[in-house]
């Protein structure tokens, strides 16, 4: 799913942490079906479908059916944009740091 089809926000979507725990948990296997998924957690799985289907429309989650089960699969390209995000903080508090130790050493001397 492209970026400009996507439903709803990546931020949005990840920032649950039901949906966070989903993301890990079919990082761990190349997917999964509903009901091994709804084992990991202490709501039904109409609660767990509902977040999947919020996963589904960030375009993080793709699912398929075998037979009467539905098996889903991480996408995870668009957490790139996540990731882009938090490396811009990343240069930006690096930055910061080696100004406050370079302030540090001046004032010790």
Known sequence: MSKNNQLRDVFDAIADPTRRELIRLLAEEAEKPLHELTAHFQMGRTAVS???????????????????????????????????????????????MLRLNELLEEEEE
């Open 50 to 96: 509902k977040h999947l289907a919020i996963l589904k429309e960030a375009g993080l989650v793709t699912s398929r059916k075998v037979g009467r089960e539905t098996r889903f699969r991480l996408n995870a390209s668009p957490l790139r944009e996540v990731q882009d995000w938090v490396a811009f903080y990343r240069k930006f508090w690096s930055t910061n």
